[in-house]
């Protein structure tokens, strides 16, 4: 009897697709990945659409809409592993910036008849409303921790996906301190690896854009920031980006609104 390649799904809630097309980006490597699934579900990718159950699911975006939240509990039943992909899926995205105003009053401004406008107050991660069995962080992912990710579930062992923050990778790569240097505000020290120290490495303080890292130490970070010059309204705006729900971003940023 000839055993049957694991199912592939690929979801999208609310994004820019960014995510997704990293997987695409893959290219050679992905080959490798489709010799052993079976892509069941990509939209973004394939008009086959197979249905459930699936062995894998990988979900882009965050939950913004009513419709959202009955797809992804939906989805939630027909994958065995669910995999939480990009800063809107596993932190509500650059989109959750909604989240500390008043979202009736911006539909009011944009669209000539709100009403017709079915929205929820928050944008929020995955792991909000169903449970989530892997959130791999980035925006967009890095395409080789995906396939890592990827091979981790089909192979039943635990992701190799370094925890440590930016600072290592720029000690990595003989990278001169943003702060130090320049005195530039610069999340590297409580953000996650994945980008390779892109923004430090062209003199730019990093903007978080994989998320918080392993028990990050925002407090202190936030009083280096004061120390350098830089006020409340500068701190809480600079952890107010990609990952600004992410509960270690959130909660330094709202101890620096008031």
């Not at 973004?44 to 979900?59: C, F, K, N, Q, T």
Request: glycine share 6%; net charge neutral.
């Amino acid at each position: 009897m000839v055993n049957k390649k694991p199912k592939l799904a690929v979801f999208k809630m609310s994004s820019c697709d960014g995510c997704q097309l990293s997987l695409l980006d893959a290219e050679d490597e992905l080959l490798d990945v489709l010799a052993g699934v079976d892509m069941a579900y990509f939209p973004e990718a394939s008009s086959r659409m197979m249905h459930g159950p699936y062995d894998i699911g990988l979900v882009e975006g965050s939950i913004t809409t009513p419709r959202n939240v009955e797809e992804i509990r939906q989805i939630r039943k027909e994958c065995k592993a669910l995999i939480a992909i990009g800063a809107c899926a596993t932190a509500g995205g650059i989109q959750a910036l909604r989240n500390w105003k008043d979202t009736r009053e911006f539909t009011k401004i944009v669209y000539a008849s709100p009403e017709y406008i079915s929205t929820l107050d928050r944008s929020m991660p995955i792991s909000a409303f169903v449970h989530v069995d892997y959130e791999l962080r980035g925006c967009p992912i890095n395409k080789y921790q995906l396939i890592e990710v990827l091979n981790a579930f089909l192979n039943r062992r635990k992701p190799n996906i370094p925890s440590y923050s930016v600072c290592i990778d720029c000690k990595l790569k003989g990278n001169v301190c943003v702060m130090v240097a320049h005195n530039q505000m610069c999340l590297g020290p409580v953000t996650h690896s994945g980008c390779n120290a892109l923004c430090p490495s062209y003199n730019r303080g990093c903007f978080g854009c994989y998320g918080p890292m392993d028990s990050p130490n925002t407090s202190t970070l936030a009083s280096q920031f004061r120390q350098m010059g830089y006020g409340k309204f500068d701190i809480m705006n600079i952890f107010r980006n990609y990952n600004c729900y992410a509960e270690a971003f959130r909660k330094e940023s709202e101890a620096n609104e008031k």
